[in-house]
């Protein structure tokens, strides 16, 4: 059952994080969105302690759970700032969350390294050092680069969309009291 939800929130999560990321930003669906992706993240997480490693190194504790926490490093660092507006919150918003969405894929794409790393070793009789390295290059290494690429070319038109949120963000902070300097 624990394997059942896990997967559930993880295909969530999937598939709500690709469509806040080609969706409009600044909007309530944008939010509404975001939040359920937020908590499909850390239910995601949350549950992946429940699941015991193949392979531990700590009584159970894997490379997945150590993964699961930077998950949640990302995805808390995403939605703090865009719910405080602090500045420079865009910044931070934009790349954690992007970048927890990029991890995630990652993720998917780890659970599929084994299947993946046995066809080529099987099927295609290739040296095992040379399936292992052009699974992980697939899906460890491609993920980031593409994701990395889209966040550059993304980021400028999504400020732009961003720009009425922005603009009330930083005539808030000029409204705001000062405060008092300390002698």
């Not at 954690?96 to 780890?110: C, E, P, R």
């Not at 697939?138 to 038109?157: A, D, F, K, S, Y």
Request: proline share 6%; aromatic share 10%; hydrophobic share 55%.
């Amino acid at each position: 059952m624990l394997i059942a939800t896990h997967t559930l929130f993880g295909v969530l999560a999937l598939l709500l994080g690709v469509v806040v990321l080609v969706r409009p930003k600044a909007t309530r669906a944008h939010r509404w969105l975001g939040y359920s992706y937020v908590a499909a993240m850390v239910l995601l997480c949350i549950e992946s302690f429940g699941i015991r490693d193949a392979t531990p190194f700590f009584a159970g504790f894997g490379m997945f759970h150590v993964l699961a926490l930077v998950s949640l490093g990302t995805v808390v660092a995403g939605i703090i700032p865009a719910l405080r507006r602090q500045p420079n919150w865009f910044d931070w918003h934009y790349n954690s969350m992007a970048w927890s969405y990029i991890g995630l894929l990652m993720a998917t794409g780890s659970h599929l390294f084994e299947p993946v790393f046995l066809f080529l070793l099987r099927d295609l009789s290739l040296p095992r050092i040379l399936c292992w390295i052009g699974t992980a290059g697939l899906l460890w290494g491609l993920p980031p680069l593409v994701g990395q690429t889209l966040l550059v070319r993304r980021e400028r038109m999504l400020r732009q969309q961003a720009a009425p949120v922005l603009a009330r963000a930083s005539r808030a902070e000029l409204l705001a009291p000062a405060e008092p300097i300390e002698e």
